[in-house]
């Protein structure tokens, strides 16, 4: 009787099991997929041209000789970016997998025509994680932005989203965007998005594994300017100066590095930012609103180029003012031509 119970519990455990444990209903396996890294969006004829930064499994391998680029790009036109998405099946045996994205970037004339559009696609796909950055390229396409074969990482998308990370941690004038950011700034009213934009350096000669077994390199990329948005739709540029202020006000920035003249003799001096906090107070002043920056900045001296005696605690003060008015100097012309 007691084996009979036994065997009773025993049959009912295992069918309770095979019900809770079904395993991944949805999963797919690597040689059926294609993983992204970036994506490039153009306009062309009123359509959506997208370029898809796809990893080449076969150039992965650390002990193997490099044949041919370590990314594929796929490209197709349609009315919207999910239409042409699926319309890159037409051209390859994988679907393509948008959880590993790592960059966006919008051809300049996709961004004053708007971005909401093509970004509602990724808002809404749920393959679409939402780490990834956005970026405007200026003088170039889109297309060419994930194309080209970047020097360092061998990952064309890894090696800008690394570099645009560090560089907004060590250098003031770029700002790291990701698809949370321009969602936040795009639904709340009084805030306007704002994109970093992205050149491309002797592109022709760029498009093949030459760039990196070469030296010096063929083409390269630099984050320069900070493109101002009205809307969803780009309207302006930021130059370096304007752009380092915008961040300093939005407390963006981690650390920069600034140079100027020495006080009262020939010569200049760099100094360091390694802490910086702006407090916005906003204030009525004959009943007109105005606003106050409190700025609380720590920087140390990082180079000297002038005949100056550091020791003197007369001196420092000095290099101490002439550091305070240069920075109090880029927040009012920043908001000035704001």
Same mark, same amino acid.
């Given at each position: 009787?007691?084996?009979?119970?036994?065997?009773?519990?025993?049959?009912?455990?295992?069918?309770?099991?095979?019900?809770?444990?079904?395993?991944?209903?949805?999963?797919?396996?690597?040689?059926?997929?294609?993983?992204?890294?970036?994506?490039?969006? =153009?306009?062309?004829?009123?359509?959506?041209?997208?370029? @898809?930064?796809?990893?080449?499994?076969?150039?992965?391998?650390?002990?193997?000789?490099?044949?041919?680029?370590? &990314?594929?790009?796929?490209?197709?036109?349609?009315?919207? $970016?999910?239409?042409?998405?699926?319309?890159? #099946? #037409?051209?390859?045996?994988?679907?393509?997998? $948008?959880?590993? $994205?790592?960059?966006?970037?919008?051809?300049?004339?996709?961004?004053?025509?708007?971005?909401?559009?093509? /970004?509602?696609?990724?808002?809404?796909?749920?393959?679409?994680?939402? =780490?990834? *950055? /956005?970026?405007?390229?200026?003088?170039?396409?889109?297309?060419?932005?994930?194309?080209?074969?970047?020097?360092?990482?061998?990952?064309?998308?890894? =090696?800008?989203?690394?570099?645009?990370?560090?560089?907004?941690?060590?250098?003031?004038?770029?700002?790291?965007?990701?698809?949370?950011?321009?969602?936040?700034? /795009? #639904?709340?009213?009084?805030?306007?998005?704002?994109?970093?934009?992205?050149? /491309?350096?002797?592109?022709?000669?760029?498009?093949?594994? =030459?760039?990196?077994?070469?030296?010096?390199?063929?083409?390269?990329?630099?984050?320069?300017?900070?493109?101002?948005?009205?809307?969803?739709?780009?309207?302006?540029?930021?130059?370096?100066?304007?752009?380092?202020?915008?961040?300093?006000?939005?407390?963006?920035?981690?650390? #920069?590095?600034?140079?100027?003249?020495?006080?009262?003799?020939?010569?200049?001096?760099?100094?360091?930012?390694?802490?910086?906090?702006?407090?916005?107070?906003?204030?009525?002043?004959? *009943?007109?609103?105005?606003?106050?920056?409190?700025?609380? &900045?720590?920087?140390?001296?990082?180079?000297?180029?002038?005949?100056?005696? @550091?020791?003197?605690?007369?001196?420092?003060?000095?290099?101490?003012?002439?550091?305070?008015?240069?920075?109090?100097?880029? $927040?009012?012309?920043?908001?000035?031509?704001?």
């Amino acid at each position: 009787m007691n084996s009979y119970r036994s065997a009773i519990f025993t049959l009912m455990m295992y069918t309770l099991m095979m019900i809770v444990v079904t395993g991944c209903w949805n999963s797919k396996e690597l040689n059926e997929i294609s993983v992204v890294m970036a994506m490039g969006i =153009d306009t062309v004829d009123d359509q959506y041209e997208i370029s @898809l930064q796809v990893v080449d499994p076969s150039q992965m391998s650390r002990n193997r000789a490099m044949e041919r680029t370590p &990314t594929i790009v796929f490209s197709s036109r349609a009315n919207t $970016l999910f239409e042409a998405l699926r319309k890159l #099946t #037409t051209e390859s045996s994988r679907k393509m997998y $948008l959880s590993h $994205l790592k960059f966006v970037i919008f051809g300049e004339e996709t961004a004053k025509k708007g971005i909401k559009e093509p /970004l509602d696609f990724l808002f809404r796909d749920h393959e679409v994680r939402p =780490d990834f *950055h /956005l970026a405007v390229v200026r003088g170039s396409s889109a297309k060419e932005a994930v194309t080209f074969v970047a020097p360092t990482e061998v990952l064309p998308a890894m =090696d800008m989203y690394k570099a645009l990370n560090v560089s907004e941690k060590t250098w003031a004038p770029t700002s790291a965007v990701n698809v949370k950011d321009i969602l936040q700034r /795009l #639904t709340k009213e009084g805030i306007e998005p704002v994109l970093t934009g992205i050149r /491309l350096h002797n592109l022709e000669k760029g498009l093949s594994t =030459d760039n990196v077994t070469k030296s010096p390199q063929h083409v390269n990329y630099s984050f320069t300017g900070i493109g101002v948005f009205q809307g969803d739709r780009l309207i302006g540029w930021m130059d370096e100066s304007k752009s380092k202020a915008f961040t300093y006000i939005s407390n963006r920035v981690s650390s #920069t590095v600034s140079s100027i003249s020495c006080p009262n003799q020939k010569g200049t001096f760099a100094f360091e930012v390694i802490r910086n906090k702006v407090k916005i107070v906003p204030h009525i002043k004959n *009943h007109e609103p105005h606003i106050t920056l409190v700025v609380d &900045t720590e920087a140390n001296i990082g180079e000297v180029e002038c005949k100056a005696d @550091l020791m003197d605690e007369t001196t420092f003060n000095d290099f101490q003012e002439a550091a305070r008015k240069e920075q109090e100097k880029i $927040l009012k012309e920043g908001i000035r031509n704001a």
